[in-house]
Nanobody, 114 residues
Framework: QVQLVESGGGLVQAGGSLRLSCAASGNIVSPNIMGWYRRAPGKQRELVAT???????NYADSVKGRFTISRDNAKNTVYLQMNSLKPEDTAVYYC????????WGQGTQVTVSS
């Protein structure tokens, strides 16, 4: 069983930065893909960014050039550096891990004020 614990959310002004972390515990099978999704109020959950255990990265068009995903395989941790934040980035951000099974974190709130 894999557990994902997110941290780093909070309130920030537009143009500011936040860094999210997601620590995975348990036996994670490789290859795998870890990533971040978000759900804004009244909207469906959407992809933000993913990174494979081999280092392949994918970003949503809306965050390209502003967000950077990375991972530390030795620590089973994935990070999301978010710069130039906009009010429309306000959402609950969820960590995700896909290997044989799929796992989700509890989510962390990111609020960007204008």
């Amino acid at each position: 069983q894999v557990q994902l614990v997110e941290s780093g959310g909070g309130l920030v002004q537009a143009g500011g930065s936040l860094r999210l972390s997601c620590a995975a515990s348990g036996n994670i099978v490789s290859p795998n893909i870890m990533g971040w999704y978000r759900r804004a109020p009244g909207k469906q959950r959407e992809l933000v960014a993913t990174i494979s255990s081999g280092g392949r990265i994918n970003y949503a068009d809306s965050v390209k050039g502003r967000f950077t995903i990375s991972r530390d395989n030795a620590k089973n941790t994935v990070y999301l550096q978010m710069n130039s934040l906009k009010p429309e980035d306000t959402a609950v951000y969820y960590c995700n891990c896909r290997e044989v099974f799929e796992y989700w974190g509890q989510g962390t709130q990111v609020t960007v004020s204008s």
